[in-house]
């Protein structure tokens, strides 16, 4: 099974920035497409950003795109969420996952691996 840890969760304020990072310590996952989705309180999880075993494919939600970057350092097997401009609508829990696949997949349900989540809060 894929163990993936994220760290860098934290309160900040609305314009400020934060970098999530999803560390894969037994390496199963290089090879693998992985992303982020985020649950707030009262929602259901939702997609957030996704790229490919090689970086090369990326997708996000409309409602990051252009503020959240998602890249990957594949010797040191670690997933980055980059968030800039963050508002208080992005407060939830963000996961790092993997897809069994190596394509870059926008399908929550398309992800099998799940990190045990890192707390975001954004306030006004």
């Known amino acids: 099974q894929v163990q993936l840890v994220e760290s860098g969760g934290g309160l900040v304020q609305a314009g400020d920035s934060l970098r999530l990072s999803c560390t894969n310590p037994?390496?199963?996952?290089?090879?693998?497409?992985m992303g982020w989705l985020r649950q707030a309180p009262g929602k259901g999880r939702e997609f957030v950003a996704s790229i490919s075993w090689n970086g090369a494919d990326r997708f996000y939600a409309d409602s990051v795109k252009g503020r959240f970057t998602i890249s990957r350092d594949r010797a040191k097997n670690i997933l980055y969420l980059q968030m800039n401009s963050l508002k208080p609508e992005d407060t939830a829990v963000y996961y790092c996952a993997a897809n069994i696949g190596s394509r870059a997949v926008t399908h929550g349900s398309a992800f099998t691996s799940w990190g045990q989540g890192t707390q975001v809060t954004v306030s006004s």
């Open positions: 037994r390496r199963t996952a290089s090879n693998n497409g």
